[in-house]
């Protein structure tokens, strides 16, 4: 096998490019998927979750065989988190992804590190940059710019926003899973904190299922196709392949290679699902990455003084 034989940099490289990869897809499995079959968002979540599953139950398995026992304090962060990242971040998404193209959704998606900024801003006390705000108005920016190609493309004004205001209340969410999570995973351990808030949140995707006929259940093969793709390729793997690479090319590299998600959303939803490309679209999408990393490149230079600080 070739990469036996690659450098731990050049295979920490491959291993975050195919994490972005995967996790742009996501939206890409929901269009087509969408497209295939009139499934609703909950049975689409609901399968996404299941399938992916058993990966997580054995990672918390292990992970939690040596560790403490979990107190009340443990278990109130898991669920609160796990409501939060995997299964209201994911809900809102997969309702927003009925009214907007695949690359709309992904910019939205990618704001929520100027979220998070915000939400420190907001309720945690701390202060605006000017590198911060440069950020928000570059990100938010790029925003108009695709939403603007977007109401061009569908030519209904009601419809596109409510497909923006879903997928920015997920990223939001999200931004909020991001912002509890740090104090969790110091406490718990990544592997340990992750599959655990996974099984919190497919347990709340499988109790919303269960509001609906027992119908819902009998979809057509393809549907249960692209939810076994989306567990696979746009969650366990990718979310395995983006700690490996950050062991081996560190969370700097990892962030600057993440921003590719955005342009592959865009490129594969012009190839796969014929969604029109335009200068505005691509304009966009150069300012909500502009944004990202202004404020993402902040964010490493903090983690990188800390640790210089702890080593010396």
């Known amino acids: 096998m070739p990469w036996k034989d690659w450098s731990a940099e050049r ?8 994490a972005a990869l995967g996790f742009s897809f996501k939206a890409i499995f929901v269009k087509l998927a969408y497209a295939a079959a009139p499934v609703d968002a909950v049975t689409l979540l609901s399968l996404r979750m299941v399938f992916a599953l058993p990966a997580f139950l054995w990672v918390g398995f292990v992970a939690s065989r040596s560790a403490p026992p979990l107190t009340r304090h443990d278990w109130g962060m898991l669920v609160a988190l796990g409501l939060l990242g995997y299964y209201g971040a994911s809900i809102l998404d997969f309702i927003g992804l009925q009214y907007i193209s695949a690359g709309l959704e992904r910019l939205i998606l990618f704001t929520y590190p100027t979220l998070t900024v915000l939400i ?3 309720f945690m006390g ?13 990100s938010y920016a790029g925003i108009g710019l695709a939403f603007a190609h977007d109401l061009q493309v569908a030519g209904e004004m009601t419809a596109v926003l409510v497909g923006v205001a879903f997928v920015f209340g997920s990223s939001l969410s999200y931004a909020f899973y ?6 969790a995973i110091q406490r718990l351990g990544a592997a340990r904190f992750t599959a655990l808030a996974m099984l919190v949140s497919t347990l709340a995707t499988q109790l919303h299922f ?3 006929p027992l119908s819902a259940l009998i979809q057509p093969l393809p549907i249960y196709a692209y939810g076994a793709a989306m567990a696979l390729f746009s969650t366990v793997l990718p979310v395995f392949m983006q700690s490996a690479a950050i062991r081996r090319i560190g969370s700097a590299k990892a962030v600057l290679i993440g921003t590719l998600g955005p342009i592959l959303t865009i490129f594969f939803g012009w190839w796969l699902l014929a969604e029109p ?6 304009g966009g ?3 909500v990455l502009a944004g990202v990393l202004l404020v993402s490149r902040r964010e490493i230079a903090v983690v990188r003084r800390r640790l210089v600080a702890r080593c010396s």
């Open 11 to 18: 295979l920490g490289v491959a291993l975050a490019v195919l």
């Open 120 to 122: 420190g801003v907001l």
């Open 126 to 138: 701390k202060s605006l940059t000017r590198r911060e705000i440069g950020s928000l108005v570059l």
């Open 178 to 183: 991001l912002s509890g999570s740090a104090p």
């Open 210 to 212: 269960a509001t609906q």
């Open 277 to 282: 490309l335009s200068a505005a679209q691509l």
């Open 285 to 287: 999408a150069a300012l």
